[in-house]
């Protein structure tokens, strides 16, 4: 037996539903089926974009999973049984002459995420695919699904694509710092978050971060509610 060396001062922690330990746990009794349905839970979990998946090619590639199973065999029956049991969905494609699995993670979200590619709704480029994020050390991106499902609840399509726009309309760091206002405020929804990046928008967040207001702002009116009714003079 290989000895683990113990948890260092400071780890990083992701979310396990609780149900798994509850409801799951004491039925999984196959340990490649115990060790996949754990993998996927954790690294879905820090994937980024909509809809989250892994494929087979990518878990195939990925070491710190193949070190722990005994080959693609172990591998691929983990991922039958898991998703023989619920625990995740899979979803078989083709693209350019080659067979690719996606898999999901059995949430509401993810089901109606597979409908939507089955009825072509979702382009999904299964070629290059949602690539996974680091589960450890410096330089994790920030993550705008992780913030809304560890801030405020579960993530929906709708919820998603809102999302996706606002991570492409403003700064990361105005994304993390609405979080952390509306947390602060015990306002943990979606569309006071929005507000807010909306107000630093038209006003200006300052600090001296992209936007802010450390000088005036000539469009500041312009852009506000009642721009329509405001010209700005030519000298």
């Not at 898999?103 to 690539?131: H, L, M, P, W």
């Not at 015990?186 to 990046?197: D, G, H, Q, S, T």
Request: aromatic share 10%; glycine share 10%; net charge neutral.
């Amino acid at each position: 037996m290989k000895a683990f060396g113990g948890f260092p001062g400071r780890v990083k922690f992701v979310a396990i539903p609780r149900v798994f330990f509850t409801d799951l746990l004491p039925i999984i009794d196959d340990i490649a089926e115990l060790k996949v349905s754990l993998y996927l839970l954790q690294a879905l979990y820090t994937k980024k974009g909509y809809p989250r998946y892994i494929t087979d090619v990518e878990l195939l590639s990925d070491r710190v999973l193949m070190s722990g199973v005994d080959g693609e065999a172990e591998l691929r029956r983990g991922l039958r049984l898991a998703t023989a049991r619920g625990t995740l969905l899979s979803l078989a494609m083709n693209r350019n002459g080659r067979h690719v699995e996606l898999y999901f993670v059995n949430t509401e979200s993810d089901r109606e995420a597979c409908e939507r590619i089955k009825a072509g709704d979702i382009d999904i480029d299964v070629d290059v695919g949602n690539k996974l994020v680091s589960t450890g050390g410096a330089g994790d991106e920030l993550n705008i699904f992780t913030l809304y499902e560890e801030n405020i609840g579960m993530l929906t399509p709708m919820i998603a694509e809102e999302l996706k726009y606002a991570e492409q309309q403003y700064p990361a760091v105005w994304i993390e710092g609405a979080f952390k206002e509306a947390v602060g405020q015990n306002k943990r929804n979606w569309k006071y978050v929005e507000a807010i990046l909306k107000r630093w928008e038209s006003e200006g967040r300052g600090h001296g971060e992209p936007g802010g207001n450390t000088k005036a702002d000539p469009n500041k009116y312009i852009r506000g509610k009642y721009g329509h009714l405001v010209r700005r003079r030519i000298d």
